[in-house]
């Protein structure tokens, strides 16, 4: 009875033992596996989409931006990624990177580089705030061309407004003749008056420059008054010679040469096989060919005969008043 009571006893005690030791143990791996072995540092798999490449990677990353960070990836003004940064990443998971496109926007002057991630020119354009689109501005490319790398943009701010203007209405010179008036006055009898038209346009202003003008409408406010003048026509006459007239190239006006008269003094010339008459100034001397008594200016000369004739008979009188 003692011998058993004993064997008992002893068994009791390495059970106790046995038991001790699996405690320690257990409680070293818990310890050991606590602080020694980290679940978030294994290796993961990572699938990345970045502007149409895709490849897929092993990473200890545990955020998509250490995702980045870990193998270089570098993120432009705009560009969008998903998940967010702050995203944790577990094996498995599909990181995706869309890009901002470059693009240079000129407006007014000023050019501007933005990065988009808009899908038309028109979107683009209103995505950046410097600059206010209006319905009626011009976009090159169109609106609703798609956004591409490297786009260059120039915007045309249109303006379209109506205008009002007075516009002078020229009045028109009315020529009569008086034959009571001495033939060298000449007066204005009735003033003339400019009158007024009102027009309305519509006007197209790029970026401030006018570029088209139409008239919508037109009407005359005032009308015009014709001014009159009087010629007078009497020409008081004293001797009168007959012979005949010739011309030279001398002045260009109406003018003449002739041997006696005195110099100043005007005479009217009428060429006698047709009636025509023009008034002329004795500035020169001549001509002296025989039955010549008066050398008449080209231009004088044609007002009464072709100059091709070269001479011609005529009445010559002297005039004066």
Same mark, same amino acid.
């Given at each position: 009875? =003692? ?17 001790? /030791? ?5 409680? #070293? ?9 980290? /679940?978030?540092?294994? #290796? ?6 970045? *502007?149409?490449?895709?490849? *897929? ?7 998509? $931006? ?7 990836? !570098?993120? +432009? ?24 496109? =470059? ?8 050019? %501007? *580089? ?11 354009? &209103? ?16 609106? %609703? ?22 516009? %002078?209405?020229? /009045? ?5 003749? %008086? ?10 009898? $009735? ?10 346009? +519509? ?6 420059? *006018? ?9 005359? !406010? ?6 009159? @003048? ?5 020409? =008081? ?8 007239? #010739? ?12 041997? &006696? ?14 009636? =025509? ?7 020169? +001397? ?12 080209? @231009? ?5 005969? #072709? @100059? ?9 009188? @002297?005039?004066?008043?």
């Amino acid at each position: 009875m =003692k011998i058993y009571f004993k064997k008992n006893k002893n068994t009791q005690k390495f059970l106790f033992m046995l038991a001790v /030791f699996f405690f320690c143990i257990n409680f #070293s791996f818990a310890n050991a596996k606590e602080d020694d072995f980290d /679940f978030e540092k294994v #290796s993961k798999r990572v699938v990345l989409q970045d *502007e149409g490449m895709k490849f *897929e990677t092993s990473s200890i990353a545990q955020t998509v $931006q250490e995702f980045l960070e870990e193998q270089k990836i !570098t993120l +432009r003004t705009n560009d969008l990624v998903f998940p967010a940064r702050n995203e944790k990443i577990f094996s498995g998971t599909r990181i995706i990177v869309v890009r901002a496109k =470059k693009i240079t926007i000129k407006e007014g002057g000023k050019t %501007d *580089e933005i990065y988009t991630l808009q899908k038309t020119v028109e979107q683009a354009i &209103w995505e950046d705030e410097k600059i206010e689109l209006g319905q009626d501005d011009i976009t090159v490319p169109a609106r %609703d061309a798609l956004v591409k790398e490297g786009m260059k943009i120039t915007v045309t701010h249109v303006l379209i407004k109506e205008e009002i203007k007075n516009i %002078d209405i020229d /009045f028109k010179t009315v020529s009569n003749e %008086d034959d009571k008036l001495g033939w060298r006055i000449k007066k204005v009898t $009735q003033k003339g008056e400019a009158g007024v038209k009102e027009v309305k346009y +519509r006007v197209v202003y790029n970026d401030g420059k *006018e570029i088209s003008r139409k008239v919508l409408e037109s009407n005359v !406010t005032k009308e015009p008054v014709n001014e009159i @003048v009087t010629q007078g026509t009497y020409v =008081k006459v004293g001797k009168i010679h007959t012979g005949m007239a #010739s011309w030279y190239a001398w002045t260009g006006t109406m003018a003449a040469a002739n041997p &006696w008269l005195p110099m100043g003094s005007y005479v009217r010339v009428t060429n006698k096989d047709n009636g =025509k008459s023009v008034i002329v100034k004795i500035n020169d +001397r001549g001509p002296f060919g025989n039955g010549r008594i008066i050398d008449l200016d080209k @231009v004088a000369f044609a007002e009464i005969a #072709s @100059v091709g004739a070269g001479v011609v008979n005529v009445k010559m009188e @002297v005039i004066t008043n």
